[in-house]
């Protein structure tokens, strides 16, 4: 048996019906609109020969590909992209809402992550960035920045990053 291959009137979406299901009213997977599978396949003749010289071989390999191919084609079309854009574009704004993040800003400053002579720099920053969490760093800046020494009073330049996230 073979399939009828066609699109869905509304959101053209490609379809593959087995070939008994012609004339019989199904909703589409991709928009819900219902649809009547048309009696006749869509496709010529030629397209058919090579799933045929296939068959022997491995039918699955041939459709599990057309089917995944299929499902790729869902984000192409204009009507389902720009629907299922919009979709979770609400679920995170009520997120956003009840979390409540607002944006502040983290300044570390290198001199300020020296121990007994350790450098502890690097393990203050990463320490930091693990704790706000990769999707609410909003940016990172290197600062440099001037100071008195306290033991020799002279003045120094030293560097820092200042972190912009939401938390």
Known sequence: MADIIFNCPKCDQELAVDSTGA???INCPACG???VIPSAPSRPPSAHIPTHEA???NPIASSAAAKIEKHLKVPVHNKPSESLIEKPLVPLEVAAKETDKKMRVKTIRHTD???VGHDKF???VTNFLQ???EANV???NSLTYTHIDIGSQKLLTDYAVL???RG
Do not use: L, T
């Open 23 to 25: 004339g019989s009213e």
């Open 33 to 35: 609109e219902k649809i």
């Open 55 to 57: 068959h022997p071989v």
């Open 113 to 115: 992550c020296i121990e």
């Open 122 to 124: 690097d393990e203050v």
């Open 131 to 133: 704790k706000v969490g």
């Open 138 to 140: 909003i940016s990172i």
């Open 163 to 165: 972190v912009v996230y």
